[in-house]
């Protein structure tokens, strides 16, 4: 039986497809690869391919909606849904036929009883069906009220229902987060099969790093799932410990490492990385002439020569880089950095080639996101599906060097936002508006990039501001996305907050403010919480949202 | 008799030039000869465009000829052997469509929707036509 895959436009949707890709190609399972980006494009390749297919898996998209409502398809099609979404839809979970779930079993859902929120309509038909066999007009008439009785009785129970079942859904719907990564569920199912490999654990690694690079899980969920991982990376490379027997240099190793938490920096100089990574440059507040001479002290009190630090990576004097990790972590405790290091795995192949798994993230979310538009959107997606196999090295280097300008652009907005004071605070929620003519303003006109303007902006923001309040304050993002067509596209993000459950509200928020003042929106992102909207409705829009959520 | 000696050289440089068009001619047919190998039965127009009639009726007996035989080696079908030319390494693979080709149906008679940057996986005698007529391209991984 042929299969048609459906695959969402980010790395962990990416990383997902390539494991499940592995999987089919080792049992001959014949399939399609349709790269979606939105609901649209989701319901047109579903049209198209409607009559050609009956089984469709769909990656990263799907599971936060009433699929059977919005696709409509025939009985016996059937869905696989492999999504990080949550919530998932209660009609996609309690569908116990045509939609299948694919969900790691102690993932916490929370999803309402069944009882509460379906109910079986066939005991109103049952009453006017008795009232359809009376006798004589006394009793008749004892009945009639008695009736009356009842069915106004079971009415108002209705109701008290119906009242209940809208504020339990809107409890469980409210709250946009993301649940276990879609490529660690696919790598779960492959060493079920016992068909897991090494490169297979690799995409899954790269999956978990997205979702954290991204902000959309929450720390203590991303130490789980490292700890799970490692085991996984400890079974399959525990040969290079060994020195009789370990393996080739070519051969592919993953290790684990506590490495440091700056963007790139084995690919770029190390001063670049500290001044391009957000949590350094907002812990230093390097947007401003004293943040520029804390990075001094800071290099200085480790001893750090400034030409060294400016070159290459590759090319500093290994006598600095021998302990540069735990030299970089005890400066980094005095200048109040204290999480500079984090708990991720690398890879190697060949003496060259040494990648982090945050370096493959960001070089695969630049090359998706590559406005430089060669072809149509979907080639975009190939390249960085291509990126992710070893084979296309030069497609990974094409995909760092992006996403070295990628970096250097958030930066230098970020930064421009901050000293000019862009971000007002519009009561429940930050506002930050991108102007047209503002440098590198393109490359925040998709979706991914946004959200990690965005959230470095926060972060930024929240060292630089004095105002106690607006630290717990969400942000609303707005960049301009198509001039002619006069579109903006607007993110909402969740607050920045220590132990923050990145549970974000903008996606109903939004959907609400949008039909309140009759804007002209487009809820097309996965997300909820990205939309695009008209920019001449935009004021009145905002005007809804901040109503809506004071 | 003084001419004589002119006739010759002018006759060998005739027959030099004809030996040349020979040559070339005969080059020409190699090569229509290998397109038969290449593109399948049906030649675009745009190589058909180039030929001469001669060479088209050349062509057309050449795949004659060649179905004739391949009728008569392989037992009752027939064997085709422009297939696999290269020892094949697995049965299905990986294909990517470079360009809008519609639809294209496969042995058990589903079609399969050929758009520009699909990716599919694909048994692999069928794709071959495809990949040698820069329908699809082969993945490696």
Redesign the interface.
């Known amino acids: 039986q042929?299969v048609l895959l459906l695959v969402a436009s980010d790395v962990d949707a990416l990383c997902a497809c390539k494991i499940l890709?592995?999987l089919?190609?080792c049992d001959?399972?014949?399939?399609?690869?349709?790269?979606v980006s939105g609901w649209q494009e989701l319901e047109t390749a579903f049209l198209?391919?409607k009559?050609?297919f009956k089984y469709f898996v769909l990656i990263n998209c799907g599971a936060n909606v009433d699929l059977l409502e919005i696709l409509q398809p025939e009985e016996d099609t059937y869905f696989f849904v492999c999504d990080s979404h949550r919530p998932i839809n209660v009609v996609n979970v309690y569908n116990d036929t045509q939609i299948k779930l694919l969900v790691k079993q102690d993932d916490d859902f929370d999803v309402p009883a069944y009882d509460d929120i379906f109910r079986d309509d066939e005991e109103e038909e049952e009453d006017s069906e008795n009232d359809g066999d009376g006798s004589e007009p006394s009793e008749k008439r004892r009945r009639f009220e008695e009736d009356v009785i009842e069915r106004t009785m079971r009415r108002r129970q209705r109701r008290e229902w119906e009242a209940r079942r809208r504020e339990i859904l809107f409890d469980y719907e409210q709250y946009e987060y993301h649940g276990t990564s879609s490529a660690m569920v696919m790598f779960d199912l492959a060493w079920i099969m016992s068909k897991d490999l090494n490169d297979m654990l690799w995409w899954a690694i790269v999956g978990l790093t997205d979702q954290w690079v991204q902000d959309k899980i929450t720390q203590m969920k991303y130490v789980t799932d490292i700890g799970v991982l490692q085991r996984h990376v400890s079974r399959h490379n525990h040969r290079n410990e060994d020195e009789e027997h370990a393996l080739s240099i070519d051969c592919m190793r993953i290790a684990f490492e506590y490495d440091l938490r700056l963007a790139l920096y084995q690919h770029w100089s190390l001063y670049e990385s500290l001044c391009n990574t957000s949590y350094t440059s907002a812990s230093l507040k390097l947007w401003s002439v004293q943040g520029q001479k804390r990075l001094q002290e800071f290099l200085a009190d480790m001893g750090l020569p400034l030409k060294q630090v400016k070159q290459k990576f590759n090319s500093m004097d290994m006598s600095l880089k021998e302990n540069l990790r735990e030299m970089i972590e005890e400066s980094a405790t005095k200048f109040g950095m204290k999480d500079l290091r984090v708990q991720t795995f690398s890879i190697h192949f060949g003496f060259k080639n040494k990648f982090s798994a945050s370096d493959v993230v960001y070089a695969t979310t630049s090359l998706m996101e590559n406005i430089e538009k060669d072809?149509?959107e979907?080639?975009n997606?190939?390249k960085a599906l291509d990126s992710l196999?070893r084979?296309n090295l030069d497609k990974l280097h094409q995909g760092l060097d992006l996403a070295k300008k990628q970096l250097r652009a958030i930066q230098q907005t970020v930064a421009s936002c901050i000293c000019t004071n862009l971000v007002i605070s519009q009561g429940p929620f930050l506002y930050c508006s991108l102007m047209e003519g503002t440098p590198d303003v393109k490359l925040f006109s998709k979706p991914v990039s946004l959200c990690l303007l965005s959230k470095y902006l926060l972060k930024s923001f929240i060292c630089s501001t004095k105002n106690k309040r607006c630290k717990l304050l969400p942000l609303v993002m707005a960049a301009p996305m198509d001039v002619e067509q006069g579109t903006v596209i607007m993110v909402g993000i969740p607050p920045e907050t220590q132990s923050s459950d990145k549970k974000n509200f903008f996606g109903r928020a939004f959907e609400k403010a949008a039909d309140s003042t009759n804007s002209r929106t487009l809820h097309n992102y996965f997300d909820m919480s990205i939309i695009e909207l008209k920019t001449e409705d935009r004021s009145k829009f905002l005007d809804a949202l901040i109503s809506l959520l004071s | 008799t003084d001419l004589i000696f002119l006739i010759r050289f002018r006759h060998c440089c005739l027959l030099r030039n004809q030996r040349c068009v020979l040559a070339y001619l005969y080059d020409r047919l190699l090569r229509i000869r290998a397109l038969r190998w290449e593109y399948g039965s049906v030649l675009p127009n745009a190589i058909q465009f180039h030929m001469s009639a001669e060479e088209v009726e050349w062509f057309n007996q050449y795949k004659k000829s060649l179905a004739t035989y391949m009728r008569s080696v392989g037992g009752e079908e027939g064997l085709d052997l422009t297939q696999d030319i290269k020892p094949p390494k697995s049965l299905y693979i990986e294909v990517r469509c470079l360009r809008d080709h519609g639809e294209f149906e496969i042995d058990d008679g589903t079609t399969i929707l050929l758009k520009k940057n699909s990716q599919h996986f694909l048994p692999r005698w069928k794709c071959e036509q495809l990949i040698r007529q820069g329908v699809l391209e082969h993945i490696l991984s």
């Open positions: 042929r890709q592995a089919f190609q001959h399972v014949q399939y399609t690869l349709v790269p198209e391919h009559d050609q072809g149509p979907s080639s997606f190939i196999s084979g």
